[in-house]
């Protein structure tokens, strides 16, 4: 988890993206300054972390001890590809740096009464590559090929995501529309976290600062279920300005559907209207489909100078349709 105080005042206030805060960065402060001193900006001895204490615990009671017992902030590190950037930025400033890759307690797939268990540190590409995701988590077969690139893919982790709780990114939505369970550890002991409580806006989680997310239950799917995906994205790979994750226990009609929005808000949001205007209706039904469509309007969509909230609106009500269509 990226604790809130490590993000510098405007970009929570504003609730910019990373990428768009990043962007402004450049082109209102970096770029201007360089013009004025032929070249060089203060940001010129700023494009590298700052200078942080290391450790590598080898156990999972060792990383909790770590984790309760420093005395300044500690960032856990998984596949680093969103945390390191922002250090190398400074967006992100922790004193001490825990490394948990040499956990393999925490590298795992398994399936159990009908429940399958993923261990935090399980990168993407194993998720991709994994017969028991494939046949029982189908949800992740068809949105974890969006997410950014394969090199990325090969190091970020199923934990790591959930922890950073980007409002941008896939895993937050999909694990909400899945009904999964976050599993959280510390000195104090084991609990677990319901997706739908665990993201609470962007970059923040339930997550306390001397927990680590342990693993990530989800239920496995039934042959009945229905399973639909779609995101719209400037370039493949970039971070989708909208995007839709959803579950039903049937299409026809729809029943106990998770419809849930990414990229269009400061967290991933489940869109209970529309579930409702779609309850009970069947796969192809117009009219209900255009009351889901108008029930979009009740979502709180993030307000920014990136996107009119109205263009949000737009491109949530064209990626459900398509989402709906494609199951």
């Excluded at 203060?42 to 204490?53: F, G, P, V, W």
């Excluded at 984790?67 to 004193?95: I, T």
């Excluded at 993923?118 to 990168?123: E, K, L, R, W």
């Excluded at 959930?162 to 990114?169: Q, R, V, W």
Aim: proline share 5%.
């Amino acid at each position: 988890m990226l604790p809130v105080q490590f993000l510098p005042i405007q970009f929570l206030s504003g609730k910019l993206l990373m990428q768009e805060y990043l962007i402004c960065l450049v082109w209102h402060e970096i770029l201007p300054q360089a013009r004025e001193t032929g070249g060089s900006s203060h940001y010129t001895n700023t494009m590298k972390a700052s200078d942080i204490i290391y450790k590598c615990p080898q156990t999972i009671a060792e990383a909790l001890k770590l984790l309760s017992e420093v005395d300044q902030p500690c960032q856990p590190l998984a596949g680093g590809q969103s945390l390191m950037p922002m250090m190398n930025l400074r967006l992100a400033q922790p004193g001490v740096l825990l490394d948990l890759n040499r956990l393999p307690e925490l590298n795992f797939i398994d399936k159990t009464d009908g429940v399958i268990h993923i261990g935090a540190m399980v990168c993407y590409s194993a998720l991709l590559s994994s017969g028991i995701i494939r046949h029982h988590v189908p949800l992740f077969a068809l949105a974890l090929p969006h997410v950014a690139h394969k090199a990325v893919r090969n190091r970020g982790t199923i934990g790591g995501s959930t922890a950073l709780a980007d409002p941008a990114a896939e895993m937050p939505a999909l694990l909400k529309a899945l009904g999964a369970t976050i599993v959280v550890i510390s000195q104090r002991g084991t609990h677990e976290i319901a997706a739908d409580d665990f993201f609470q806006g962007i970059y923040e989680t339930a997550l306390e600062e001397d927990e680590l997310v342990h693993s990530i239950k989800i239920p496995s799917a039934t042959e009945k279920q229905r399973f639909g995906f779609y995101e719209l994205a400037r370039r493949h790979g970039d971070y989708a300005m909208a995007g839709v994750a959803i579950s039903a226990q049937s299409a026809d009609p729809w029943t106990e559907l998770r419809i849930v929005f990414f990229g269009v808000g400061d967290k991933a949001l489940r869109a209970t209207d529309a579930e409702t205007a779609l309850a009970g209706s069947v796969f192809g039904d117009k009219a209900a489909l255009t009351r889901a469509q108008n029930s979009l309007s009740s979502l709180e969509y993030a307000v920014d100078g990136s996107m009119a909230v109205e263009t949000r609106l737009q491109l949530a009500k064209v990626v459900l349709q398509r989402a709906l269509k494609a199951m």
